[in-house]
Structure formats: C-alpha cells, structure tokens
C-alpha cells in the first residue's frame, strides 16, 4: 500500500482500525463477537463524534470571540449535545491530566503549586508539544506493520 | 496526537488548546462504551451472540442523543 504523503485528502484522516478494534473489544465483555462491518461501523461513529464535538466547540468558540478553542468550550458542547453527563468524568480526566503535566519533576516539586504558573506551565506546554510531535512522528512512520 | 489531526482536518476549527484533545479523548471514550453497551442491550435481546450492524443501526435509532450518527448509519441494510 503506497501513502503518498503530498495528497493528504479527508478520507486519511481516521483513527488507526488496530487500535480502536482492540478498544472495541476491551469494552464489551469477553464473549462478544463483533462483525467486521460493525466494526468500521464503531470507528465511523467515532471520527463523527469528534468532528461534532470539534465543530461545535468552535462555534461556542467563536461566538465568545476568542481564537483558540478551549477546554471550557468543549465541555459547554459536550452539554448542548446532550452529553452532560459525560461531563463530570471528562473534567475529571482533564483535571488529572493536569495535575500531571504541571507537576513537573524538573522543575521540582515546589514550583508546581506555589509559584504559580509561570515558568511551569510553559515547560509543560513544550513537553506536551514534544510528546505530541513524537507520537505524530510515530504514528506516521510506524503504521506500516500489518497493512 | 490522532484526535487533534481530525479535528484539524476541519477547515474551520482554528487554533486549538492543548488540553482540548485530552478531554475530546475521554468523551470519545465515555461514547463509545455507551454506544457499545447499548448496542450489546439490543444484540442480546435478539438472542444473538454476535453484534451486528443492524444492532448498531436500531441503537442509532432508539436513542435521540445518537441522531447525529443517523447518516452514517442508514447505509446498513435493515
């Protein structure tokens, strides 16, 4: 299968089937059989999900006037859609995430709350972008195993 | 880092905030295990072993919160 890099058209843009048939699976319990085309099913249902949630939070976005799309406006979405109850674990998870990022071990244990955000923050910010950089690098790379 | 690439791929979303993906990450989560739990509801009231999508289709169907899933659905034969 040759993947040309320069034509990136919208139909490249979905989640990797390996992994989410191995979520898929983990969710249901352990003697469910799924059919193949409920399968791809599933993961259509999921890029979906995202491009609503992602269209929605930058109406909200944008109706507030700012030009990047906040965790706030994600979870305001998440409510208009009907999906508040999804709320709280979501803001659980970020809240978590959080918490990791910004208690950055180089900086030291001390930074992370009292000085505020700071210095902190931006080094978290640049490690996560690092991280994301990486993963996108991987993931371009390295999906070439079984296909 | 595969979330932030779809979201992307939509000409209108601007900038995104870092966290923004995390929290995406988890509803998708939150979602699919409440679509896959309904699905398997129905997919046992048939008496079936396997989900099928025509399952997933009726899901789609009896609850309103999915009806943005309608289209992608409605391909699946009854």
Redesign the interface.
Known sequence: MTMDAASRSKEDVSLPKATMTKIIKEMLPPEVRVARDAQDLLVDCCVEFINLISSESNEICNKEEKRTIAPEHVLKALEILGFGEYIEEVHAAYEQHRNETLDSPKAGGKWGKEAGSGMTEEEAIAAQQRMFAEARARMNSGGTQSS | ???????Q??E?????????P???S???E????D???K??EI?LGRGA?????S??KQCVQTN??FD??RE??SK?PD
């Not at chain 2, 209108?12 to 923004?20: D, N, P, Q, S, W």
């Open positions: 880092a595969r979330i932030k690439k779809i979201m791929a939509d209108e979303v601007g900038k995104i905030a870092l966290a923004t995390v929290l995406i988890k509803a998708l939150l979602f699919l295990q679509l896959c739990d699905t398997y997919t072993k396997t989900m099928s999508s399952h997933l309103s919160v943005f899933l992608i659905v699946v």
